[in-house]
């Protein structure tokens, strides 16, 4: 079965400076789907960010940009100048392909934002 | 606006009673989910449905039964045979085919005392 982890059960950063959040999957899959998923206070899940495992290419989305490393498993997100916005809890989250399209979550990490 | 509708925001019940929770989405999307939310476990899945009339059990589903009889709908209830019911239940849905995303709805917190 696979498994999401997510090991930082709570980071800090200051605003205007960086942060990276980890997450390492474990799948016997070579085909799959990866996301972080934003869930600020009001408990709203919201995507930040996702990437298909086939592509090489990082993904980005503005100030949100993953270090996707397949032969490690590893998927972390790292967001610059951070924002008092971005605090939340952030999930990783992976889905296999093709079939089902069941996410498996990680149990996240706390961004905590200081100005 | 297309997105998914969860009511009520809040909910409490006392222990042995059935409770119903809704989820509606107007986003024409087949797959609908029900997650269920406890602190520091992250989203458990409890049952999922790909097409109308049909329904799955997730991760967690013991104590819970569901119904998709509109593409629109999936309804989720919580029975009393459900040992430990007090949580946050988020519902999701998504398009066939692609990356295909899920988007959630703002969740219901249910209480059961």
């Known amino acids: 079965a696979q498994t999401v982890t997510q090991s930082q059960p709570e980071m800090s950063v200051q605003e205007a400076e960086t942060v990276t959040l980890s997450c390492t999957y474990d799948t016997s899959e070579s085909d799959y789907y990866l996301f972080w998923y934003k869930q600020p206070p009001s408990r709203q899940m919201i995507l930040v960010i996702r990437q298909e495992a086939y592509k090489q290419q990082n993904a980005t989305e503005n100030r949100f940009s993953v270090n996707f490393q397949k032969a490690a498993k590893s998927f972390s997100l790292k967001i610059s100048d951070s924002q008092l916005g971005d605090a939340a809890m952030y999930f990783c989250?992976?889905?296999?392909?093709?079939?089902?399209?069941?996410?498996?979550f990680g149990t996240g990490t706390r961004l905590l934002v200081s100005p | 606006d297309g997105g998914i509708t969860q009511s009520p925001k809040y909910l409490f019940r006392k222990e042995g009673q059935n409770v119903t929770l809704s989820c509606e989405q107007n986003l024409n999307h087949d797959a609908m989910y029900w997650y269920r939310q406890d602190p520091g476990q992250g989203l458990r899945l409890i049952y999922y449905?790909?097409?109308?009339?049909?329904?799955q059990k997730g991760d967690i589903a013991e104590g819970y039964s569901v119904s998709r009889e509109k593409k629109e709908s999936f309804p989720l209830t919580v029975t009393s045979a459900q040992k430990n019911p007090t949580a946050f239940y988020l519902c999701?849905?998504?398009?066939?085919?692609?990356?295909?995303?899920?988007?959630f709805g703002p969740g219901t917190r249910l209480t059961v005392t």
């Open positions: 999701a849905s998504n398009a066939r085919g692609g990356p295909a995303e899920q988007y």
């Open positions: 989250a992976y889905r296999a392909q093709p079939g089902f399209q069941k996410l498996v």
């Open positions: 449905s790909q097409i109308v009339n049909d329904f």
